[in-house]
């Protein structure tokens, strides 16, 4: 790819994935609501409100490939999901329609399906099941991403994202892990195949106790290598598991089923 766009490049999991796509693309273009500081010689910052329906359009111009971080993350007002995940992913179709519609990666979630048990083991073709508003959001998220692309034909992996992050930080996410590693490799995988289409991936490491099966999309290449399961005595060690009858315990959601639904001011 000539340019690769990353937006929520500011954000934890952004922040984290910037500097590995370097090879990816000869410019990495990182956007975010807020300054991203220094650039490297093969970035460029845009600051962008995906609110903003003229700015996403300037910020996707250009672009080859599409990874959308950006966006809240975390159960909050709907106010400010609305913004960001339900007008803001408009926008950014819109966007990629207009300017010769480049692949897609979408970060979707696990609280797409966060009241499922967590002794059931899910394909692609679960019914949703969110466990809050931003579950929701990225329910909209996927479905806005379908019409698209039976629409117009715009490709999108649909990445629900389990725990990316450095290390795995409780008992579920021994299920729900990705590492940043299996992240990269998906993520080359997504842009590197002939044919995407508008697949769901999960995005978990090679887990001992995973959930999820991404068997459908085999055709991808995409082989995670890490695994949870070596960190197991080390947060054994640091807390106790929660009680079976505890929500944490009992759904794949985990914590995110006993969020409110947060009051606007």
Not at 171 to 197: N, Q
Not at 243 to 253: E, M, S
Request: overall charge negative; hydrophobic content about 40%; some cysteine.
């Amino acid at each position: 790819m000539k340019r690769l766009l990353l937006t929520g490049a500011a954000g934890g999991l952004g922040s984290a994935m910037r500097g590995r796509l370097k090879g990816l693309a000869e410019i990495v273009r990182v956007s975010d609501i807020v300054d991203l500081g220094p650039v490297a010689d093969h970035e460029e910052a845009v600051v962008c409100d995906l609110g903003d329906h003229s700015a996403v359009d300037r910020l996707v111009a250009g672009c080859d490939g599409i990874i959308h971080l950006g966006g809240i993350s975390v159960e909050d007002k709907f106010s400010k999901i609305m913004n960001a995940n339900l007008l803001g992913l408009y926008n950014l179709y819109e966007a990629a329609r207009a300017n010769g519609m480049p692949r897609i990666l979408f970060a979707s979630s696990n609280h797409t399906i966060g009241f499922y048990r967590q002794d059931e083991y899910l394909d692609h073709e679960a019914p949703l099941r969110p466990d809050g508003l931003y579950g929701v959001s990225k329910c909209f998220g996927e479905a806005l991403a379908r019409m698209y692309f039976e629409k117009f034909g715009q490709e999108t992996a649909l990445v629900r994202i389990g725990s990316c992050m450095e290390k795995p930080k409780s008992h579920r996410m021994l299920s729900t892990w990705m590492s940043y590693d299996d992240f990269l490799s998906m993520i080359e995988c997504v842009f590197r195949a002939p044919r995407l289409g508008c697949p769901v991936i999960w995005g978990c490491s090679n887990n001992d106790t995973r959930w999820w099966d991404n068997s459908h999309v085999s055709y991808l290449g995409w082989h995670p290598r890490d695994n949870a399961e070596r960190f197991r005595g080390e947060i054994d060690e640091a807390m106790p598991k929660p009680r079976p009858d505890d929500p944490i315990a009992i759904y794949q959601g985990g914590p995110f089923v006993n969020d409110p639904i947060f009051p606007e001011d």
